[in-house]
């Protein structure tokens, strides 16, 4: 797939380096609304905005593209019958979830063309859910995420709504959403002070529906925007320094989705969005996905992320691009809606592509926060390369499993180490993560199902933490990771080692254990491929036509053995996944292993062996 790729970021965006400190967030309750726009509509497009868009329609064949595919999706929502409200376990998000997806897009259809037939079936679908008994406030996203959908579609369909009906859509919104969560602030509620996305979904969601009414109910906006801004840096911090998320890059796209609208909010609405777009990270944040994506278009799965999930468009890529003029990710972005459908927010916050071909990303990539991730590749633009992705961080990171030093790779255009990602949330115990919790006892969140050691037949420690204490270069690409709270009950020290060897065309996973006494050791890796025991020591694993050869460098003697990873009900079924494994019984006090995967490329090329030696002296 064609990337385009940009300059190293000095971005001359200084000013949004700077972490700024949380008192520099507080806003005056009395003066937050003195630039407010008394105008509707206000929120993310105004009309001016909408004639700008008009005016490039005419030319920009790119978006003509984008305003066609919102326009047919919005043709679809016309069909659709009436939300009910109807929980799905403890949660009403996908009924919020699918009034956002139909204001968004029949909105949006309405302010472009004009016909009434968008309009009125937005407003009945806003009326339905201003008339429900609530909106879940018990499961808070769900209340957040519909204040979001009625507050753009009030704010957009107000010329077009007669008064009563303002007042019955403005009354549920009130009654549903700003006093839930006006209510949630006065308690110091735990989302508040969260540092994953339950903040800015539920932040952006409440400060979007204050800012639709602010002009005719200014209180529920003088609580809930100083409230927002106070609370907001609390998550945005940990985009720092460099921009990965520690819940995934499936939770970015939503953490950063929400942290798009909010801002974007308040910047339409009043003007400025309080400096929160300087804080430390966000300006390149855009380039985590990017790296978190290997060459077979799956994403680096990590914290609850689903099975096999892989790079999509994402919408908040423009508004990024848009607000830190860095285009490069607004281009990666139109790549991908090369063969993908545009969301209405593309044309909200479109960017044009550039046209510029700009000099190659680094191959490999350290991102530094509370959960380290260190990723390599042989190259860009080729879907057949190889990729190599490595995890540290902490075991007790929202949405965390326990995989400290697990890895994925992909080469030949398919993933070979694969992590099997999240089971179903509504199953018992799911999120009781305390030491001991419940959730451990899930196979996919446990140590068992990932591509890390287990020591003495355990779980790696619940509570463990592992950081990066060497890395390479491009001559020699390798992380070094120390995870020895992970096994501090078998292991006075533990580490891992993972490096890109033989010109970018194999990998090395090593381990090294300082064990405290004998003990059995499983060394274990999960996998679509079939899998074939050879010689000893050696597996071939193959998916289609493709393979991958793997050998046991140390210890010497070792042997692979093959298990299923496939589970009963109710835990996912894992249908056809399998486990490579060397047991290791009564290992040695200084055990090492030493694992090389060498693709077979398609001229025959194999990497056979690899130099053996400590970790430390990489």
């Given amino acids: 797939m064609k990337v385009f790729v940009f300059f190293l970021m000095t971005l001359c965006l200084c000013s949004c380096s700077l972490f700024n400190k949380s008192e520099d967030f507080e806003v005056n309750p009395e003066t937050v ?17 909408l004639a700008n868009l008009k005016n490039l329609y005419e030319t920009d064949e790119t978006l003509q593209r984008y305003v ?25 998000l996908s009924v919020s979830r699918e009034c956002l997806h139909r204001v968004y897009y029949m909105g949006f259809a309405w302010r472009w063309t004009g016909d009434a037939k968008y309009a009125q079936k937005t407003k009945e ?74 903040n800015q979904v539920c932040n952006s969601g409440l400060a979007i529906g204050a800012l639709a009414i602010a002009e005719t109910d200014p209180k529920y906006a003088k609580i809930i925007i100083p409230n927002a801004v106070k609370s907001l840096p609390i998550a945005l911090k940990s985009y720092s320094p460099d921009g990965v998320w520690m819940e995934g890059p499936g939770y970015w796209g939503y953490a950063t989705r929400y942290t798009a609208y909010g801002l974007a909010a308040m910047n339409s609405a009043l003007g400025k969005d309080f400096g929160l777009s300087g804080i430390d990270g966000l300006s390149v944040t855009g380039l985590f996905p990017i790296y978190a994506t290997g060459p077979t278009g799956l994403y680096l799965n990590y914290a609850d992320l689903g099975q096999r999930s892989s790079h999509k468009p994402m919408p908040c890529m423009f508004w ?89 790779i992909d080469a030949l255009g398919e993933r070979w180490a694969r992590d099997l990602g999240a089971d179903n949330y509504n199953l018992p115990g799911y999120w009781d993560k305390k030491k001991g919790g419940k959730r451990w006892t899930y196979y996919r969140l446990n ?15 619940e509570e463990a933490v592992a950081k990066f204490i060497k890395t390479g270069s491009p001559s020699f ?20 080692g993972v490096a890109v060897i033989g010109e970018r065309k194999a990998v090395l996973v090593q381990d090294e254990f300082d064990l405290r006494d004998s003990c059995d050791i499983v060394w274990g890796m999960t996998t679509d491929a079939e899998i074939k025991i050879k010689e000893k020591g050696t597996a071939e694993l193959s998916i289609k036509d493709k393979r991958l050869i793997t050998r046991i460098l140390s210890p010497q003697g070792a042997e692979f053995v093959v298990e299923s990873a496939e589970k009963e009900k109710p835990e996912w079924p894992n249908k056809g996944v399998k486990r490579l494994l060397i047991r290791l019984d009564d290992a040695k006090i200084n055990c090492r292993i030493a694992v090389l995967l060498s693709p077979v490329w398609e001229d025959g090329t194999i990497v056979e062996t690899a130099e053996i030696k400590p970790i430390l002296q990489w």
């Fill in 320 to 408: 990024l691009a848009k607000i830190y003029n860095n285009f490069f990710i607004s281009d990666a972005e139109h790549i991908l809606l090369e063969k993908n459908e545009a969301h209405p927010e593309h044309v909200i916050w479109y960017v044009p592509p550039s046209g510029i071909e700009r000099a190659p990303l680094d191959l490999d990539r350290y991102f530094r926060s509370p959960v380290e991730i260190a990723v390599f590749r042989s190259a860009w633009n080729d879907p057949n390369a190889l990729f190599v992705g490595v995890k540290g961080g902490y075991n007790q990171v929202n949405h965390g499993h326990l995989d400290l030093g697990n890895f994925e």
């Fill in 33 to 49: 609304l003195s630039t407010l726009d008394p105008v509707h509509p206000r929120l993310m497009m105004k009309d001016a905005d």
């Fill in 125 to 198: 679908n806003l009326l339905t859910v201003c008339a429900f008994p609530d909106w879940n406030p018990s499961h808070f996203l769900d209340t957040a995420e519909m204040s979001h959908a009625v507050g753009v579609g009030y704010d957009w369909l107000f010329s077009y709504l007669n008064e009563t009906e303002r007042e019955a859509i403005k009354s549920g919104l009130i009654q549903h959403g700003m006093k839930p969560g006006i209510e949630v602030y006065n308690k110091g509620g735990w989302w508040t002070k969260s540092e994953f996305n339950w």
């Fill in 68 to 92: 066609s595919d919102v326009i047919e999706k919005a043709d679809t929502c016309l069909e659709k019958a009436m939300l009910e409200h109807k929980l799905v376990g403890p949660r009403l």
């Fill in 477 to 496: 690409p390798f992380v070094a990771l120390d995870f020895s709270t992970a096994y501090q009950e078998f292991a006075l020290n533990s580490l891992r």
């Fill in 447 to 461: 140590s068992q199902s990932h591509n890390v050691p287990l020591l003495g037949g355990k779980d790696q420690d």
